[in-house]
């Protein structure tokens, strides 16, 4: 499913996987993870009823829940993941994560199922994609998931769903899961209430920027075609209300 550059020994998926004994404090994160992301998803229908009922306030009521929720959300995640990188990074050097990553963004482009996307080393920019070779490229291994999921919707580009263009790119990339909403997306402009100055979304921020995002693409298939313009003012409208 991935295959890397010869020339880039690096990046080759090499080591086993560790024994998969797991500890009870990990079994415990992982299990209030599970149900903390669907409870986010049943909250994510409530605010699509309170939509369509027209109701504003509820909708707000379920999106302010649910940035709650993220915020517990991200709290088990980080601890999470600090405990598996003590072991991954002596193991090598952040290679092992890097490819987790991918595997974890992937499984949410079922478009991309049974292709094998070769996987190496930019120098250029923080991301790159090619649609002919399905290749991507980053700089860093400690990447991004918006950067993995914006280059994956490139390879959905070119008649394939996504529409061209960076802007639309980084929308769909929203729009498709909430995990991609963790750094700024580089070519949509964001209030600083919503976006920090080095480049992450802020916390508690994530699940309002996926949801306005998949709002945007119901606008887009209803005919909107500033669809990416209203997603921006939404945003706007929706983070100058919180602080
Ligand atoms: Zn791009």
Redesign the pocket.
Known sequence: MWTTFRSRSLWTRGGEREGTMLENVNYNLMETITIISRSLHRYENYARDASESDCRSCREIWRKIAEQREMELEMLLSELHSHINTRKLALKKGQGRLFDKLDQARALFPELEGRTIKVGVSERSD?L?STDEWAIWFRSRNVSFYVIG??LT?LLQGGRGVPEG?RS?DLFTLARDQLFCDAAP?YLDLPSTVVTHNGWVRIGRRYMLHHIAKEALEERDKGRRNYIKWFEQEVKRFASKMY
């Open positions: 991301g994609a914006h280059e490139h960076e790119c580089g």
